[in-house]
Protein backbone atom coordinates (compact mmCIF):
# COMPACT_ATOMS: atom_id res chain seq x y z
CA UNK A 1 0.00 0.00 0.00
CA UNK A 2 1.04 3.95 -0.62
CA UNK A 3 -0.01 6.87 0.42
CA UNK A 4 2.88 8.50 -1.49
CA UNK A 5 0.93 9.11 -4.99
CA UNK A 6 -0.17 12.26 -2.95
CA UNK A 7 3.19 13.54 -3.21
CA UNK A 8 4.17 14.70 -6.83
CA UNK A 9 5.50 12.21 -8.87
CA UNK A 10 7.15 12.14 -12.60
CA UNK A 11 4.53 11.26 -15.35
CA UNK A 12 6.76 8.63 -17.40
CA UNK A 13 4.12 7.10 -19.60
CA UNK A 14 4.28 9.84 -22.24
CA UNK A 15 7.70 9.28 -22.44
CA UNK A 16 7.31 5.67 -23.34
CA UNK A 17 4.66 5.91 -25.57
CA UNK A 18 6.47 8.71 -27.61
CA UNK A 19 9.70 6.45 -28.00
CA UNK A 20 7.24 3.52 -29.00
CA UNK A 21 6.18 5.70 -31.75
CA UNK A 22 9.16 7.24 -32.75
CA UNK A 23 10.87 3.45 -33.96
CA UNK A 24 7.37 2.28 -35.34
CA UNK A 25 7.64 5.57 -37.74
CA UNK A 26 11.43 4.07 -38.27
CA UNK A 27 10.36 0.58 -39.24
CA UNK A 28 7.40 1.78 -41.64
CA UNK A 29 9.36 3.13 -44.66
CA UNK A 30 11.21 -0.16 -44.57
CA UNK A 31 8.07 -1.84 -44.98
CA UNK A 32 6.62 -0.07 -47.46
CA UNK A 33 9.08 -0.77 -49.75
CA UNK A 34 9.17 -4.71 -49.10
CA UNK A 35 7.27 -6.55 -52.50
CA UNK A 36 3.49 -7.92 -51.58
CA UNK A 37 3.71 -11.41 -51.78
CA UNK A 38 0.70 -13.63 -52.60
CA UNK A 39 -0.93 -15.32 -50.48
CA UNK A 40 -4.11 -17.22 -49.96
CA UNK A 41 -6.77 -15.33 -48.21
CA UNK A 42 -7.19 -15.90 -44.38
CA UNK A 43 -9.92 -17.47 -43.39
CA UNK A 44 -13.04 -15.22 -41.64
CA UNK A 45 -11.76 -14.45 -37.98
CA UNK A 46 -14.20 -16.44 -34.82
CA UNK A 47 -17.02 -14.57 -33.78
CA UNK A 48 -16.60 -13.74 -30.27
CA UNK A 49 -18.91 -12.12 -28.12
CA UNK A 50 -17.63 -8.80 -25.97
CA UNK A 51 -16.54 -9.90 -22.51
CA UNK A 52 -19.46 -8.72 -20.06
CA UNK A 53 -18.65 -5.70 -18.21
CA UNK A 54 -16.64 -5.87 -14.65
CA UNK A 55 -18.97 -4.66 -11.92
CA UNK A 56 -17.46 -2.14 -9.64
CA UNK A 57 -16.60 -4.26 -6.55
CA UNK A 58 -18.45 -1.36 -4.21
CA UNK A 59 -19.98 1.22 -5.93
CA UNK A 60 -20.51 5.05 -4.22
CA UNK A 61 -23.69 5.09 -2.83
CA UNK A 62 -25.87 8.04 -2.49
CA UNK A 63 -24.22 10.77 0.18
CA UNK A 64 -20.63 9.65 -0.91
CA UNK A 65 -18.89 12.99 -1.31
CA UNK A 66 -15.17 13.32 -3.66
CA UNK A 67 -13.19 16.67 -3.17
CA UNK A 68 -15.67 18.41 -0.75
CA UNK A 69 -14.69 21.43 0.77
CA UNK A 70 -14.87 21.37 4.89
CA UNK A 71 -13.46 22.47 7.68
CA UNK A 72 -11.86 20.08 10.62
CA UNK A 73 -12.37 21.19 14.08
CA UNK A 74 -9.42 19.91 16.60
CA UNK A 75 -10.99 17.19 19.05
CA UNK A 76 -9.22 15.68 21.70
CA UNK A 77 -7.64 12.34 21.12
CA UNK A 78 -5.39 9.37 22.80
CA UNK A 79 -2.95 8.98 19.90
CA UNK A 80 -0.20 6.35 19.37
CA UNK A 81 2.63 7.99 17.60
CA UNK A 82 4.69 5.31 15.61
CA UNK A 83 6.48 4.53 12.03
CA UNK A 84 5.14 1.52 9.45
CA UNK A 85 5.78 -0.02 5.97
CA UNK A 86 2.91 -0.07 3.22
CA UNK A 87 2.71 -4.00 3.24
CA UNK A 88 1.73 -4.08 6.45
CA UNK A 89 -0.09 -0.74 7.15
CA UNK A 90 -3.22 -2.20 8.13
CA UNK A 91 -2.07 -4.50 10.94
CA UNK A 92 0.32 -1.67 11.93
CA UNK A 93 -2.50 0.48 12.52
CA UNK A 94 -5.27 -1.97 13.73
CA UNK A 95 -2.30 -2.84 16.52
CA UNK A 96 -2.12 0.65 17.72
CA UNK A 97 -5.85 1.26 17.92
CA UNK A 98 -6.08 -1.79 20.04
CA UNK A 99 -3.46 -0.81 22.48
CA UNK A 100 -5.53 3.02 22.36
CA UNK A 101 -8.97 1.42 22.93
CA UNK A 102 -7.63 -0.97 26.12
CA UNK A 103 -6.63 2.21 27.67
CA UNK A 104 -10.10 3.46 27.12
CA UNK A 105 -11.98 0.42 28.61
CA UNK A 106 -9.82 0.23 31.55
CA UNK A 107 -10.01 3.56 32.24
CA UNK A 108 -14.04 4.03 31.31
CA UNK A 109 -13.75 6.55 28.47
CA UNK A 110 -15.93 6.87 25.89
CA UNK A 111 -14.78 7.32 22.63
CA UNK A 112 -16.51 10.68 20.79
CA UNK A 113 -16.40 9.96 17.00
CA UNK A 114 -14.69 7.34 14.61
CA UNK A 115 -10.78 5.81 14.96
CA UNK A 116 -8.72 7.97 12.68
CA UNK A 117 -5.19 7.72 11.57
CA UNK A 118 -3.22 10.83 10.65
CA UNK A 119 -0.39 10.61 8.57
CA UNK A 120 2.62 12.85 9.62
CA UNK A 121 4.81 12.30 6.68
CA UNK A 122 5.13 9.34 3.87
CA UNK A 123 7.71 7.71 1.39
CA UNK A 124 7.64 5.22 -1.27
CA UNK A 125 7.83 2.54 1.22
CA UNK A 126 6.82 3.33 4.52
CA UNK A 127 4.69 6.19 6.70
CA UNK A 128 5.01 7.74 9.94
CA UNK A 129 1.47 8.32 12.02
CA UNK A 130 -0.59 8.58 14.71
CA UNK A 131 -3.42 6.43 15.42
CA UNK A 132 -5.69 8.27 17.71
CA UNK A 133 -9.12 7.78 19.04
CA UNK A 134 -11.22 10.96 20.27
CA UNK A 135 -12.45 11.42 23.36
CA UNK A 136 -14.59 14.37 25.45
CA UNK A 137 -12.45 16.31 27.98
CA UNK A 138 -9.14 15.08 29.72
CA UNK A 139 -8.90 12.10 31.13
CA UNK A 140 -8.48 11.91 34.44
CA UNK A 141 -5.40 9.18 34.61
CA UNK A 142 -3.67 10.79 31.62
CA UNK A 143 -2.21 8.30 29.30
CA UNK A 144 1.81 7.19 29.60
CA UNK A 145 4.42 5.30 27.91
CA UNK A 146 3.58 5.15 24.37
CA UNK A 147 0.27 6.68 24.43
CA UNK A 148 -0.16 10.55 24.43
CA UNK A 149 -3.13 12.94 25.23
CA UNK A 150 -3.37 15.73 22.34
CA UNK A 151 -5.01 17.38 19.49
CA UNK A 152 -6.22 16.61 15.81
CA UNK A 153 -5.59 18.44 13.21
CA UNK A 154 -7.63 21.31 11.92
CA UNK A 155 -8.03 23.68 9.33
CA UNK A 156 -9.37 23.42 5.98
CA UNK A 157 -9.54 20.30 4.02
CA UNK A 158 -11.55 18.37 1.13
CA UNK A 159 -13.16 15.49 2.18
CA UNK A 160 -13.11 11.92 -0.37
CA UNK A 161 -15.22 8.73 0.47
CA UNK A 162 -13.55 5.29 -0.26
CA UNK A 163 -15.81 1.99 0.10
CA UNK A 164 -14.26 -1.46 -0.43
CA UNK A 165 -10.97 -3.10 0.96
CA UNK A 166 -7.94 -1.11 3.19
CA UNK A 167 -5.84 -2.25 -0.26
CA UNK A 168 -7.88 -0.77 -2.56
CA UNK A 169 -7.14 2.47 -0.90
CA UNK A 170 -4.47 3.23 -3.29
CA UNK A 171 -7.09 3.57 -6.36
CA UNK A 172 -8.77 5.86 -4.36
CA UNK A 173 -5.70 8.07 -3.58
CA UNK A 174 -4.81 7.60 -6.76
CA UNK A 175 -8.03 9.45 -7.67
CA UNK A 176 -7.57 12.32 -5.06
CA UNK A 177 -4.13 13.05 -6.58
CA UNK A 178 -5.41 13.36 -9.98
CA UNK A 179 -8.77 15.54 -8.61
CA UNK A 180 -5.42 17.88 -6.85
CA UNK A 181 -3.64 18.25 -9.98
CA UNK A 182 -6.64 18.85 -12.39
CA UNK A 183 -7.81 21.52 -9.72
CA UNK A 184 -4.39 22.66 -9.50
CA UNK A 185 -4.25 22.47 -5.34
CA UNK A 186 -1.56 21.88 -3.11
CA UNK A 187 -1.77 19.39 -0.61
CA UNK A 188 -0.12 19.87 3.04
CA UNK A 189 1.92 17.19 4.30
CA UNK A 190 -0.37 15.94 6.53
CA UNK A 191 -3.72 13.87 5.58
CA UNK A 192 -6.22 12.01 7.87
CA UNK A 193 -8.19 8.51 7.45
CA UNK A 194 -10.85 8.62 9.16
CA UNK A 195 -12.74 5.03 9.58
CA UNK A 196 -16.69 4.87 9.80
CA UNK A 197 -16.59 1.08 10.02
CA UNK A 198 -14.37 0.59 13.41
CA UNK A 199 -11.83 -1.59 11.64
CA UNK A 200 -11.18 -3.38 14.81
CA UNK A 201 -14.80 -4.88 14.27
CA UNK A 202 -15.40 -4.86 11.13
CA UNK A 203 -14.66 -6.87 7.27
CA UNK A 204 -11.46 -5.79 5.92
CA UNK A 205 -12.86 -5.83 2.49
CA UNK A 206 -16.06 -3.77 3.29
CA UNK A 207 -14.66 -0.65 5.24
CA UNK A 208 -16.17 3.20 4.53
CA UNK A 209 -12.86 5.42 4.98
CA UNK A 210 -13.31 9.52 5.20
CA UNK A 211 -9.77 10.60 3.22
CA UNK A 212 -9.22 14.11 4.70
CA UNK A 213 -6.64 16.14 2.79
CA UNK A 214 -6.01 19.19 4.15
CA UNK A 215 -4.98 21.92 1.43
CA UNK A 216 -2.33 24.83 1.40
CA UNK A 217 -4.31 28.54 1.11
CA UNK A 218 -4.17 29.58 -2.83
CA UNK A 219 -1.16 31.68 -3.15
CA UNK A 220 1.11 30.23 -0.25
CA UNK A 221 4.92 30.13 -1.11
CA UNK A 222 6.54 26.63 -1.20
CA UNK A 223 8.52 25.81 1.90
Known sequence: MNRSSLCPFPRVFAGVAALALAALLAVAPAAAQ?????????PPAP??????PVPDAVPPQPGDVFGESTTLAAKTIIFVKGTGTWDKAYDTITGALKRIKVYLDREGIKADGQPMTIF?????TGFDFQAAIPIVGSPKNPPHGELSLGQSPEGQ??????????????????????YLDDNRLE??????????????GAD?????VNVYVLIKPAGTSPG
Open 187 to 200: AKDMFIEEYVTDPL
Open 204 to 208: ASKLI
Open 157 to 178: ALKFVHRGSYNDLDNTYEAITN
Open 47 to 52: TVAPAA
Open 120 to 124: TATDD
Open 34 to 42: TEPQTQPPS
